[in-house]
């Protein structure tokens, strides 16, 4: 068994000589000698052998790095076996060591010992370790390292001034890292990256490699486009109701849509919650930011927010929206080949169909509007489904629909009664439970 010293009780050990005590209180031991397979090698790399003759002593220890580094401790051996003992090391630390096996004689109570030095044996100990780990700036975006390319790709926000950034960077122990002559400190040393830098990192043994390092500045947001946007009624006997939003932003508007037969009256307070397409991209209200869940009163008429991009003053611009509040088509599903047919349950914008697990999981369907408010226009020939790719690809009544998941399904709706004619796509999900 082979025990490693703490670099605490090492140091003790080594004070202890130092003090003086009398021969009849602990006998000096004999000296030790020991051999190891290789004089140098690289840190935390090499593994080197030792093996240590047994000799007649209290303790007998290995000091890989000598007795100058005392902090760095030692290894108690006691697996001898026909007198010898090998021990594996590796360094961890770089430089230049005078490995030695100390024994030590000591009395019971310890207050009086002896030790016994080998003779010395030199060995060497570089690194050839020099690589950047991590590379980043304070606000930096995201840092891709290519080690085989060695180059480092970092991306900070719009407007950030790239001429005197302080790169925060991880690298091998014992290297030196420069900008041409400068030395790099992390964190500290700021560069300009209006052009490609390169950082030289030097290992311990003297050789060295360059990473070039590029920064992108993220372009400028010109979008002001929402992503989508939902409703929820704040009073009355809906109160609490979400109802979905459909954007169109090739026509700037957002209309907030119940199901057939909801009454105007529920759109009378209603908050409005969004998403916009662009990171920075946000809506303005009555000249304010708007926040999330602000409320809004869609009866009779519709409200007007302004979107602005990250570049309002410039390119991207700003764009008006109005925002409607009106009842879609109730539509409902079937399945016809079945025997018996099959017909859906409608709840809002979903309907569910029950079938027998034995039936398998695609099926003739077949669609119609059951109730369609006044002054709405559509058609399920217009009808879009979504299949399983994401894509949305036209419907014809009889068309086989695999709904192994729930599937999607869009009407185009063009309603007389928001500013004359306001066209939006009405959202429906067809839920299929399997039967035992």
């Known amino acids: 068994m082979m025990k490693r010293f703490t670099p605490f009780l090492f140091a003790c050990a080594v004070a202890l000589l130092l003090v003086r005590c009398d021969d009849d209180e602990a006998s000096s031991p004999p000296k030790s000698s020991f051999t190891v397979d290789k004089t140098s090698g690289l840190a935390?790399?090499?593994e080197f052998t030792f093996v240590v003759d047994q000799v007649s002593a209290s303790d007998i220890s290995l000091l890989p790095y000598g007795t100058?580094?005392?902090?760095?401790?030692?290894?108690?051996?006691?697996?001898?076996?026909?007198?010898?003992?090998?021990?594996?090391?590796?360094?961890?630390?770089?430089?230049?060591?005078?490995?030695?096996?100390?024994?030590?004689?000591?009395?019971?109570?310890?207050?009086?010992?002896?030790?016994?030095?080998s003779e010395s044996k030199t060995v060497t100990i570089t690194s050839d370790r020099k690589e950047i780990s991590d590379f980043t700036f304070e606000k930096s975006t995201s840092s891709v390292i290519d080690q085989g390319a060695r180059t480092i790709t970092v991306v900070v926000p719009y407007g950030t001034d790239v001429t005197a950034l302080k790169a925060k960077f991880s690298v091998s122990p014992f290297t030196t890292v420069t900008v041409g002559s400068t030395a790099q400190t992390s964190d500290g040393t700021a560069n300009n990256f209006t052009n490609p830098v390169v950082y030289t990192v030097k290992s311990n043994d003297g050789t060295s490699v360059n990473y070039t390092v590029t920064v992108n500045v993220t372009p400028v947001e010109q979008t002001f486009e929402l992503k989508g946007a939902t409703g929820k009624v704040l009073a009355g006997d809906l109160k609490d109701k979400v109802f979905t939003g459909a954007v169109d932003n090739d026509n700037h508007t957002i209309v907030l849509y119940g199901p057939a037969g909801t009454s105007a009256t529920a759109f009378d307070k209603i908050s409005l919650n969004y998403e916009m397409a662009g990171k920075f991209a946000y809506l303005k209200f009555d000249n304010k930011r708007l926040k999330q869940d602000t409320e809004f009163d869609l009866n009779p008429a519709a409200a007007t927010v302004e979107a602005y991009s990250q570049d309002s003053l410039g390119a991207g611009g700003t764009q008006d929206y109005k925002v409607y509040g009106t009842d879609a088509p109730k539509l409902n599903f079937s399945f016809p080949d079945l025997v018996p047919s099959v017909a859906g349950t409608v709840d809002g914008f979903t309907t569910t169909l029950k079938v027998l697990k034995i039936a398998g999981t695609a099926f003739s369907t077949d669609a119609w509007i059951e109730e369609q408010p006044a002054g709405v226009t559509a058609s399920v020939n217009d009808l879009e489904y979504q299949d399983a790719n994401g894509n949305w690809v036209p419907f014809s009544p009889g068309d086989e629909v695999d709904y192994t998941k729930n599937v999607n399904f869009r009407l185009p709706v063009t309603d007389s009664r928001l500013d004359g004619g306001v066209t939006y796509w009405a959202m429906y999900k067809v839920s299929v439970l399997y039967l035992q």
């Open 68 to 117: 100058e580094r005392p902090n760095l401790g030692g290894i108690r051996i006691t697996n001898f076996k026909d007198g010898k003992a090998t021990v594996t090391f590796k360094y961890e630390e770089v430089g230049t060591f005078e490995a030695v096996v100390v024994t030590n004689n000591h009395t019971a109570d310890g207050e009086s010992v002896k030790s016994t030095f």
């Open 44 to 46: 935390n790399d090499t």
